[in-house]
């Protein structure tokens, strides 16, 4: 049987997101019902694994050491709330370094793919920004948009012609994850 995987973007997704950046774990803020919606696909055999552009460790603004504490202080939160994440994959890069794993680029998602020896076709991936939805095209991803972060105002204004033409809209992570599962139980045979 092949693995059961979500693919989720962090800040914006699971987290507030702030444009002074999250460096601190007295900085990191869970969304209403992320880790929960988190722990319900858990729950539902699904693997999650977390996709995230961290550019303030190449800007300089919090070292390894920081961003380790931040995402100990959310596993440790997920974990009160019955949730895991299997994995996370950050890019450590300032926007001017020209990788190839800064969101919208697909290579921090190419690495999950050969980490879980698996393609990603239709493999869902939920995120709150344009860059997020153009690296989860370009990976062969299934587009998931929330409304939680850079682009909330689009509930009421409707995606642009940028976004890729297959992106789901979904309120929060708690709306994906009831379309996902919603969706499951209806192809389940009775």
């Not at 698996?118 to 709150?128: A, H, M, Q, S």
Request: glycine share 10%; proline share 7%.
């Amino acid at each position: 049987m092949p693995i059961k995987l979500v693919i989720l973007d962090r800040d914006g997704t699971i987290n507030r997101a702030s444009d002074e950046f999250v460096k601190s774990p007295e900085e990191w803020h869970p969304l209403p019902g992320a880790l929960e919606a988190i722990s319900r696909l858990n729950h539902a055999g699904f693997h999650v694994v977390l996709a995230t552009n961290q550019s303030g460790l190449g800007r300089g603004l919090f070292d390894m050491a920081a961003l380790n504490a931040v995402h100990g202080f959310m596993l440790k939160n997920l974990a009160a709330a019955g949730g895991r994440i299997d994995a996370i994959f950050y890019c450590p890069h300032a926007p001017d370094e020209g990788c190839a794993c800064r969101k919208p680029a697909p290579g921090l998602l190419l690495q999950i793919q050969e980490r879980y020896g698996i393609e990603l076709n239709g493999v869902p991936y939920v995120g709150d920004s344009l860059r997020d939805m153009q690296a989860a095209q370009a990976a062969g991803c299934a587009p998931h948009l929330v409304l939680t972060g850079r682009h909330a105002d689009l509930q009421s204004q409707g995606l642009s012609p940028s976004f890729p033409a297959q992106t789901q809209v979904h309120a929060d992570l708690g709306a994906f994850v009831d379309h996902l599962l919603g969706g499951e139980t209806a192809a389940s045979p009775n």
